[in-house]
């Protein structure tokens, strides 16, 4: 509990010095509670972030009413990168913890522009679930959930 605390007025964090204008970025959307900003090491052109302005570390910690702003405001951003740059559609993607790819440790959704021809990105190769399989996990989530 200590340690969720600390991590909520983290002072040494960059996303909540970018998202509260302490650190310059190129700022595409602002509102009270959001900072959309361009990547800096962008998957394709136009990837954005999307900030919250409070430090969550990631979307387990992330508060529901911030949650809840987050799909319609990303809907928003890809309409507008779809108008202005032209892109074919957009992947939403948000990362959790190390082994999921995440390296800053404030929540932040990514809204990447995909454009007709380009590489292919946020893929997987399915495996064939066995039915026994599918039913221990379920199992285990449900249990988690109860
Ligand atoms: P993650 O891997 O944590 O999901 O994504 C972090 C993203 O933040 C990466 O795509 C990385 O390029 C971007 N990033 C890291 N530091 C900065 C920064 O200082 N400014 C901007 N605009 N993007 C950053
Ligand atoms: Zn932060």
């Known amino acids: 509990m200590e340690k969720e605390i600390e991590d909520m007025k983290d002072e040494t964090c960059i996303f909540c010095k970018i998202a509260n204008g302490e650190i310059p970025s190129e700022t595409v959307y602002e509102d009270e509670m959001f900072r959309v900003i361009l990547d800096l ?6 990837h954005a972030l999307i900030l919250p302005k409070d430090h969550y570390k990631d979307l387990c910690q992330l508060d529901e009413k911030v949650a809840a702003r987050i799909m ?8 507008a990168m779809k108008e202005s ?3 074919a559609g957009f992947n939403v ?3 959790n913890g ?11 959704t990514h809204i990447i522009p995909r ?3 380009g ?4 893929s997987w190769t399915p495996k064939t679930a066995q039915p026994e399989e599918l039913k221990e996990t379920g199992e ?7």
Do not use: D
């Not at 090491?41 to 136009?46: D, F, L, T, Y």
């Not at 590489?119 to 946020?122: G, N």
């Open 115 to 117: 454009y007709e021809n």
């Open 72 to 79: 319609p405001l990303a809907a928003k951003m890809g309409r």
């Open 85 to 87: 740059l032209g892109c």
């Open 98 to 108: 190390e082994e999921a790819g995440q390296t800053v440790f404030h929540f932040h």
């Open 140 to 146: 285990a989530i449900r249990k988690a959930l109860s």
């Open 41 to 46: 090491g962008p998957a394709s052109r136009g």
């Open 119 to 122: 590489p292919a990105m946020v």
């Open 93 to 95: 993607v948000q990362n």
